[in-house]
């Protein structure tokens, strides 16, 4: 695999944010299939994996208390998963910042396991593919497969089947909480109405933000309105995501309770981020971008940018 890309001496482990959801029938096995569009933004998690006897996991940042009374955090599930595949002892410090709200539809706790296991092949000097460390991510949670390359895909399956995009355009997004934790496994069982999961992917048809737009008004969030039901603030959320000047498009991601605006540049989106946290001093507001991607560029070896 590709050296992991690395940020100041860390492996970024960025938020995941679905655009859409579709949910169908629940399966025999307790899950459910479903088709997404995930796109990973330049802000996250960051994860620094060092030399170690035995395993460890410290965390800081500002959601670091949401995580500490957690005997089994995911990132240590992944590091055993990863020891035992490899046959080799599970030897790690680890040290997670935790920049994203936790259990809160954008991947965190995925986009941490995954960046343990891309961290974690670095340090061991583990020459494996990627399509090795996704099955080890799908052993562990539906959202870490599509965590491991962290680049625009569709997701099938319950999760586990990913597929790149051809090319995605350069996206600024605002994210919004409102402190509220929904527990993923809550929303399922919630769920009533289901879009299915026959919708046709245009795995090659998203050059600009209007033909994304104009595929995203097809789609749904089908976890939105459980989630919503569980924790009514989310419609709230979303009513004043709407209401930005500028705002494209709004939408809750993953099984909530975080809901994002797309925008047409970045300052408009700043500019909204600085009249809603005026607006709600108590949640969690965070501007940012999907970076534009090119698989054409990816497969030739050229750097995607930031
Ligand atoms: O795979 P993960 O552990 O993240 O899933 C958490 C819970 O969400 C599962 O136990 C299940 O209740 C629900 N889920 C589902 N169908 C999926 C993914 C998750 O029902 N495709």
Same mark, same amino acid.
């Given at each position: 695999?590709? !050296?992991? &890309? ?11 944010? %679905? ?21 990973? +933004?330049?802000?996250?998690?960051? $994860? ?24 089994? %955090? ?6 055993? *998963?990863? /020891?035992?595949? #490899? ?9 997670? @910042? ?14 941490? !396991?995954?960046?343990?296991?891309? #961290? ?10 990627? /399509? ?37 355009? =350069? ?5 919004? %909480? ?5 527990? +993923? ?15 046709? $992917? ?11 737009? =104009? ?19 989310? /419609? ?21 309770? @975080? ?6 540049? &970045?300052?408009?989106?700043?500019? !909204? *981020?600085?009249?809603?946290?005026? !607006? ?24 995607? /940018?930031?």
């Amino acid at each position: 695999m590709a !050296a992991p &890309d690395i940020l100041n001496g860390a492996v970024p482990a960025r938020a995941k944010v %679905n655009l859409f959801l579709h949910v169908g029938d629940k399966r025999d096995d307790g899950f459910h299939p479903l088709q997404s569009l995930a796109v990973f +933004t330049a802000s996250g998690d960051s $994860l620094r994996a060092e030399e170690g006897s035995g395993l460890s996991l410290e965390i800081d940042g500002p959601f670091a208390a949401g995580l500490q009374k957690e005997q089994d %955090n995911l990132v240590l599930r992944a590091a055993r *998963a990863l /020891g035992e595949a #490899a046959a080799r002892p599970a030897d790690a410090r680890l040290i997670l @910042t935790k920049n994203l709200p936790v259990a809160s539809g954008i991947g965190g706790g995925s986009a941490d !396991a995954a960046a343990a296991l891309r #961290a974690l092949c670095a340090l061991w000097k583990l020459d494996w593919d990627e /399509g090795r460390l996704r099955e080890i991510g799908a052993s562990l949670g539906s959202d870490i497969p599509v965590c491991v390359p962290s680049l625009p895909s569709f997701m099938e399956g319950r999760g586990e089947i990913v597929t790149p995009v051809e090319s995605f355009p =350069r996206l600024a997004l605002l994210l919004v %909480n409102p402190r509220v934790a929904v527990p +993923t496994r809550d929303v399922f069982s919630a769920l009533t109405q289901r879009s299915g999961v026959g919708a046709i $992917l245009p795995r090659g048809r998203l050059r600009d933000c209007a033909d994304l737009l =104009r595929f995203l008004e097809t789609t749904r969030n089908d976890l939105e309105a459980p989630a919503r039901a569980l924790q009514p603030v989310i /419609g709230e959320v979303l009513s004043a995501l709407a209401a930005l000047p500028g705002a494209l498009f709004t939408r809750m991601s993953g099984s909530g309770a @975080t809901c994002f605006a797309i925008f047409p540049d &970045d300052d408009s989106c700043a500019r !909204a *981020a600085r009249a809603l946290t005026s !607006a709600h001093t108590d949640w969690w507001i965070q501007p940012t971008a999907v970076p534009e991607f090119n698989i054409a560029h990816e497969e030739t070896g050229q750097d995607i /940018g930031p």
